[in-house]
């Protein structure tokens, strides 16, 4: 658990208290990472550059402040940074295409298991529907917060996560198919 002696040590910049953070954190940033990447080379990468820039950036960090939203930020950035700079990243803008599709019901009561289901489902969406997913749904950011972080249109964030759901849902009945 981190405490507010540790938080303040960190912002002073005593390593110990740097790695502590790493210790406590690196797991659940790593799974953010690898929400928005590809493969775990490449989470690994993003999870190396964000700490860094947590460690650059602590100065920033205000104590009071929840510690894990602040750090979970940083991560998010830097996965989107390293997915612009080094994956196809392609948005399509298209406003009309929304379609209705029935919500995503699973049976599946293991925790692990779903996390790779999930894993594997998201990693099969193109980068640009895969990050508005992960930003939308996973990360409770609003489409017009995407489209600032993004800088593209509220529309075509709208468009694109609709998009990934269809995908999803035709990758989920594929799947289902094939077993």
């Known amino acids: 658990m981190i405490t507010q002696d540790i938080l303040i040590d960190f912002v002073k910049g005593?390593?110990?208290?740097?790695?502590?953070?790493?210790?406590?954190y690196s797991g659940a940033m790593y799974g953010i990472c690898l929400r928005y990447t590809r493969c775990a080379d490449d989470a690994q990468d993003v999870l190396q550059e964000g700490f860094i820039k947590v460690h650059i950036h602590k100065n920033q960090y205000e104590v009071a402040k929840p510690f894990g939203a602040w750090i979970k930020?940083?991560?998010?950035?830097e996965a989107l940074n390293y997915i612009k700079?080094?994956?196809k990243f392609v948005?399509?803008?298209?406003e009309t295409?929304?379609?209705?599709?029935?919500?995503?019901?699973?049976?599946t009561t293991d925790k692990?298991?779903?996390k790779k289901k999930l894993l594997y489902v998201l990693n099969k969406l193109p980068d640009g529907y895969r990050t508005i997913f992960n930003l939308y749904t996973i990360d409770n950011l609003t489409h017009k917060e995407i489209a600032?972080?993004?800088n593209i249109s509220e529309g075509t964030s709208?468009?694109?996560y609709f998009k990934a759901k269809k995908m999803i849902q035709n990758i989920l009945e594929s799947e289902k198919i094939e077993r």
């Open 73 to 77: 930020t940083i991560m998010i950035h």
């Open 97 to 107: 295409d929304f379609d209705q599709i029935q919500e995503i019901e699973t049976n």
């Open 85 to 87: 700079k080094n994956y």
């Open 148 to 150: 600032e972080y993004l």
């Open 112 to 114: 692990d298991d779903l």
């Open 91 to 94: 948005l399509v803008e298209n």
């Open 14 to 24: 005593k390593k110990y208290a740097f790695d502590k953070i790493y210790q406590l």
């Open 158 to 160: 709208k468009s694109q």
